[in-house]
Structure formats: structure tokens, C-alpha cells
């Protein structure tokens, strides 16, 4: 394969790294209608590359067109959703404690509090979003809205698309006058890179998406800088399911379809991707299983997003298989190839999957393990032995929901979002979206990688005591005058 882009030199990291930093310290003083007005210029922008984006990010990928195009928009929405809550500016969360001079013992004093930017951040994107998750994907939107330049480590998977991106970013700083070093573009397929930029002493945080291995990786570099940062990394999950009898009684049909489809669509690249579907053993179950058995062996294979994934794909699931008692129960009946994802589904009794933890792993791509419980307790148990998700999800009747108190709040203990009826594919961009949770779905699973909350992972709260209004930000003065939501001596107020 013929190398596109050279991989960048160490020299080169420096003078980015120096250049964001310069650019970090102009940015950080425009204000948020400013801020908000290049954001909106980037999607402006990427719209504007029109349909070669689109043809380079297929050839790259091995996506449709149909998906790209839906996911460009789903990157352009995401980028002006943020410029809009920017612009409004509520979200430094200004809050205001008047001073009390005569107060005894001592008098109190005036101190003002808000959210503000933490400096450059470094980006790392996933294969399977080279648009959602990449060069002005959800971390970089989230960064600038905060008030940080952004340096992206293109992803090897996708280096053309990435730099047909970055070059609207360009055309987007040029137009509304920002500075140059607000976005900086690293190519690079070495992990030497990827680590040079984690440790540079100009980097303030990461934001990263991809796998676990990835992830934790650079995670445990951070850490180890003799100035620690932090990762926010959103990773893997295995996404289970659990399938109330009532529910698989009366609808497993229904649910057995819908889950084919959640399970191989994309040829099971997603990281919401349903990787466990957990029932107790009954009639029920046996007819979930032979409907989704019957709907996977008509499923196409597809070629997967490049050779690693594909190769990773195969490793894992060969990995499941090979364990004791686990049972394939269906795999396409369609012939395919190296490079092709191979829609499949297979089972195992709970016990053996509590003992076996090489069966807790996420398998990337459309592949799912069904967990067969004997009672109601053995489910609980297996709630007991999962690791941090970024989704759980309940199918359940009234009636199942009714006794189902306990395995609501046991599965709430270990997810970012909880899903009733409905499948965890299909992360909806918007204010009140979870995408993340307990480790290790993601480092910090107090935030989210979606909506505008993002960007609380790239702020720090900064409080000024006794300070005159003139030399206070506008969002901290009396009288309020962005007509800003602030709390004032416990008070909301607008
Ligand atoms: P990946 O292999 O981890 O790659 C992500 C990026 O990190 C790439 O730029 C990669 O560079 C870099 N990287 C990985 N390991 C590194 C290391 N040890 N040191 C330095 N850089 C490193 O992930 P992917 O295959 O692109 O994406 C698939 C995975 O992403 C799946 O596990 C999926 O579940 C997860 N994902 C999660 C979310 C979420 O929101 N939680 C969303 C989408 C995807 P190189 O290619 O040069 O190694």
C-alpha cells in the first residue's frame, strides 16, 4: 500500500504542540459568539466538501454512502448543537457568592466561580466514526466549545478523509480570523506518536475513542507524566440485554428480529453494539434463539473497516468459540472472505460464563453470545461478574417490570444508559445523552463523549475572591450582562 502521508517527526509534534499552545492563550480570550461562530464555520465547511468526502471516506472505510452521508450530518448537527449552547453561555456554570463584611468571626468575601479551559487537546479517533468520532468529530467540537485548541492525530484507517477535514477546519479558522494553531493535523500509523503527543508538556488532556487496549495505554502514559493529565477515553463495551421471561413468552419472535438486525447492522462495528443477550432458560428463550439463529444465517458477510479490524474480529471470536461448552448456534450461510465480517451468534450457560472471564470480552463486529440463566437469581449473579458498559438494556413486559426493581438498579449500577424494550445501536446527539460509563466502558465514567456535556471534560472550575468587576469576566459581573443562568448565593437566576 502506497503511504500518503509521512508519519509526522518529532520536530514537527514540537512545533504543533508550541503552536496550539500560542493559539490556546488567543482563543481562550474571544468571546463565546466568537467562539461559537468558527464552529458553526467548520460544519458550514464540511458540508461544502460535498460529495468527494464522501467517495474518499467509502474508499477508505468500506461504508455506504448511505451511512457516511448520515453521519456527516449527524458531525455537522453535533458541531452547531454545541456553537449553540456556547453561544448561549450558560454552561460555565457562573456561580456567585457575595461577600458578607460584617460578619463574625470573621467578615466572608465576595467569591466568583466558572468553568473555564484547561488548554490544548490532543485527539485520538476511532475507524468505525471517521466522521462522528474523528478530526472534527464530537472530542474536537467539544474542546473548542470549552475554549481549547485542538491537535488530531489522524486515524491510519482514514488519513485521506481525515485530511480533507482538516483542511475545512483550516478554511473555517482562515474565515472567522482565528488563530492558525487552534487546530493542528499529526499523521502518523507508529504508537510513538500517539505517545509523544500524550507526553508533551504543552498537552492539558486527551480525549480518545477506540479500544480498550488503546485506550488504558495511553491512560497509564498520562499518569506517568512528572505532570499528570487527564484521558478521557470512551472504549469498548459488550452492551448486554437482559430478556424478561414475559417479554420472551409473548414477543420472542419480534425481539429476536430486531436484535439480528442491532447485532450485525454496520457488520457490527459500533461500540453500542449488543455484544451479550442474557434470558432464563424457558420455551421462550428457545424460540429467541432459533429466530435469531434462522435471521443470522441470512445475513451477507461485508468487508469490515481495514485489515486490523477485521483480523481482531476474527481473533476474539475464534477466542469465545474455543471455550468449553460454548454452542454456535448460527453463522451466515453465505461463503466469505479474509477480509469480511462474519455474522454469527453463539451460547453458553451462565455458569460457564461467570467462570470463564476470556467470555466478558468485547468482540468487535457482528458477533453475540447468548447467556442462558436457569432462574431469575443466576441473572443477578451474572449482573454481579459484568464490567463497566457504556449501555444496558431490559426487555420486559409490565408484568416483568413489576418484579423487576432489583435488576433495574443492579444493571444501573454498571451503565452510562439504561434502555428499556429497544436496542442500544443509534446514540441520539443531544443535551440529555449518556455516552460512557464505569470503567472500562470509559476512564471517567462521570462524563460523556455526546451532546454538549462533552465539553465539561476539557474545563476546570476557577474562583476569583475580592475582585473588582472591571477586571471579572463578563459572565461573573453584577448585573448579569450576557443574561446568563448563574447561581447567586444559592439561587438560580438568569
Ligand atoms: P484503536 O485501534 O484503539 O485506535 C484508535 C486510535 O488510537 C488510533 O489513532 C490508534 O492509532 C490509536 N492508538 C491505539 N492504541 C494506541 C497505543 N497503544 N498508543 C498510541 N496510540 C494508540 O480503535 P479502533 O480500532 O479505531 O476503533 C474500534 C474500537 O473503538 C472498538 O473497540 C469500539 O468499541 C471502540 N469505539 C468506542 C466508542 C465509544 O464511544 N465508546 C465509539 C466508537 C468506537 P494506530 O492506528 O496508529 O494504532
Request: aromatic share 8%; with cysteine.
Amino acid at each position: 500500500m502506497i503511504k500518503l502521508f509521512q508519519d509526522a517527526t518529532l520536530t514537527e509534534i514540537e512545533e504543533a504542540m508550541q503552536r496550539a499552545y500560542a493559539a490556546f492563550l488567543i482563543y481562550r480570550r474571544t468571546t463565546a459568539k466568537q467562539k461559537a461562530g468558527f464552529i458553526r464555520a467548520v460544519a458550514d465547511e464540511i458540508e461544502a466538501l460535498g460529495e468527494p468526502l464522501i467517495e474518499v471516506a467509502m474508499r477508505e472505510t468500506h461504508l455506504p454512502a448511505a451511512r457516511l452521508t448520515g453521519e456527516r450530518g449527524r458531525t455537522c448537527f453535533q458541531l452547531r448543537n454545541i456553537a449553540d449552547v456556547v453561544a448561549e453561555g450558560s454552561w460555565v456554570e457562573a456561580t456567585i457568592d457575595t461577600a458578607l463584611p460584617e460578619r463574625l468571626p470573621l467578615p466572608k468575601p465576595d467569591i466568583r466561580n466558572m468553568l473555564v479551559p484547561i488548554g490544548p487537546v490532543v485527539v485520538f479517533g476511532a475507524s468505525n466514526f471517521p466522521f462522528a468520532y474523528s478530526t472534527a468529530g464530537v472530542d474536537p467540537a467539544a474542546a473548542w466549545s470549552a475554549g481549547c485548541s485542538v491537535v488530531v492525530k489522524a486515524h491510519p484507517a482514514h488519513p485521506e478523509t481525515s485530511e480533507m477535514v482538516a483542511e475545512a477546519i483550516k478554511k473555517a479558522i482562515a474565515k472567522t480570523g482565528m488563530p492558525e494553531g487552534l487546530f493542528e493535523h499529526i499523521h502518523g500509523a507508529s504508537f510513538e506518536i500517539g505517545k509523544a503527543l500524550v507526553l508533551h508538556p504543552k498537552t492539558a488532556a486527551v480525549g480518545f475513542t477506540g479500544s480498550f487496549a488503546g485506550g488504558k495505554a495511553l491512560f497509564d502514559l498520562a499518569a506517568q507524566r512528572p505532570v499528570p493529565i487527564p484521558v478521557f477515553a470512551e472504549m469498548g463495551s459488550t452492551n448486554p440485554v437482559f430478556l424478561l421471561p414475559d417479554a420472551l413468552e409473548k414477543e420472542a419472535e419480534k425481539y429476536a428480529k430486531m436484535y439480528a438486525g442491532s447485532i450485525t447492522g454496520g457488520m457490527g462495528q459500533f461500540c453500542t453494539k449488543p455484544g451479550l443477550l442474557i434470558g432464563v432458560e424457558s420455551q421462550g428463550l428457545d424460540t429467541f434463539i432459533s429466530v435469531l439463529a434462522a435471521e443470522i444465517r441470512s445475513i451477507l458477510p461485508a468487508p469490515m473497516l481495514h485489515s486490523g479490524i477485521a483480523k481482531a474480529f476474527r481473533t476474539k471470536r475464534a477466542e469465545v468459540l474455543g471455550q468449553e461448552k460454548v454452542v454456535v448456534e448460527a453463522e451466515t450461510s453465505q461463503k466469505y472472505g479474509e477480509e469480511e465480517g462474519i455474522p454469527s451468534v453463539a451460547s453458553v450457560t451462565a455458569a460457564q460464563f461467570v467462570a470463564i472471564t476470556a467470555l466478558h470480552q468485547e468482540v468487535f463486529g457482528p458477533f453475540s453470545l447468548v447467556i442462558k440463566c436457569k432462574d431469575a437469581a443466576e441473572m443477578q449473579e451474572v449482573i454481579g461478574h459484568l464490567e463497566g458498559q457504556l449501555t444496558c438494556t431490559v426487555i420486559g413486559t409490565e408484568k416483568d417490570l413489576a418484579q423487576a426493581a432489583d435488576l433495574l438498579f443492579s444493571v444501573s449500577l454498571i451503565c452510562g444508559r439504561l434502555i428499556l424494550n429497544g436496542v442500544p445501536t443509534g446514540v441520539e446527539v443531544g443535551a440529555a445523552m449518556q455516552h460512557g460509563g464505569p470503567f472500562p466502558a470509559s476512564t471517567d465514567g462521570r462524563f460523556g463523549s455526546v451532546g454538549p456535556h462533552a465539553m465539561k471534560r476539557f474545563v476546570r472550575p476557577l474562583a476569583f475572591q475580592n475582585f473588582p468587576m472591571p477586571l471579572l469576566p463578563d459572565e461573573l459581573k453584577d448585573g448579569n450582562p450576557l443574561g446568563i443562568w448563574r447561581m447567586v448565593n444559592g439561587n438560580w437566576e438568569k
